[in-house]
């Protein structure tokens, strides 16, 4: 047993880890005990689980926070190319508006520029076919004039409801006519003079034997007037596209729901 001991107590000073500056080593944190105290407490009858609500609430938001970024950080092709293209129309119409004030590089010619709009405009078009349906006294006359009047109505509620759905802006400050109020013809998304213009010349390529000059000057008429809308600032390059293509549908559309002869006859009789 002496040896035993001695041999023991020699083991103990060869050991490092039994040094006073070593001591701390050996022993076990001060806060080691605290959580598995905490946590015995916590397993304890009284302890109350977390709702239910919270766990699933912060795992759809660690879902969902991730996909907003990406969807911030890596916007859609179609976005972009919406984009893309919005910027060219603005910046081409823009260059495009000469004439959209008096300090414009055509501001000279602004005057004669308007004047080929309003050969476009709704109120001159609707005026003169009621007038040409009275002078008129012929059946096939009278029903060409009825379904054109029919078409010219169509046209100003169609403009008129998109471009209050869609409330587009010119790509200048300029404010309608009068005339523009009268057909609520207020913003820019379509362009009702272009509407109007492709409508109008369509229906006189399929309903009127002309000659081939004036054909052509009736499809340059229809462009002339969907420029003139460019050049004075009150419509963009789609605006008045889009107008060309509205306008067409409405003659398609009119020559589906066209009037007979005895239908037009039964209603200037009740008129």
Known sequence: MPASQSRA??????????RAEFLSLNQPP???????????????????????????????QSQQLPEEDCMQLNPSFKGIAF?????????????LGVCAGRASSWASARSMVKLIGVTGHG?????????????????????????????????????????????RRGP???????LDYLTMDIYAFPAGHASRAAMVSKFFLSHL??????????????????????????HHITDVISGFIIGYFQFRLVELVWMSSNTCQMLISAW
């Open 9 to 18: 107590r020699a083991r103990d000073r060869n050991n490092v880890l039994n």
């Open 30 to 60: 001060k806060g080691a005990s605290e959580p598995r105290s905490s946590g015995r407490k916590a397993s304890g009858p009284s302890a109350q689980p977390p709702p239910p609500g919270d766990g699933a609430r912060e795992r759809r």
């Open 83 to 95: 984009n893309s293209l919005l910027a060219i129309d603005i910046c081409m119409s823009k260059r």
């Open 123 to 167: 109120i001159p078009w609707i005026g003169g076919t009621i007038l040409c349906l009275v002078k008129s006294s012929t059946l096939a006359g009278q029903e060409v004039l009825m379904n054109l009047l029919l078409a010219l109505l169509l046209d100003i509620m169609t403009v008129a409801g998109v471009q209050k759905l869609i409330k």
């Open 172 to 178: 200048y400050e300029t404010s309608p006519s009068l």
């Open 209 to 234: 034997v002309l000659a081939v000059p004036l054909r052509i000057l009736l499809v340059l008429w229809a462009f002339c007037v969907g420029l003139s809308r460019v050049m004075i600032g009150r």
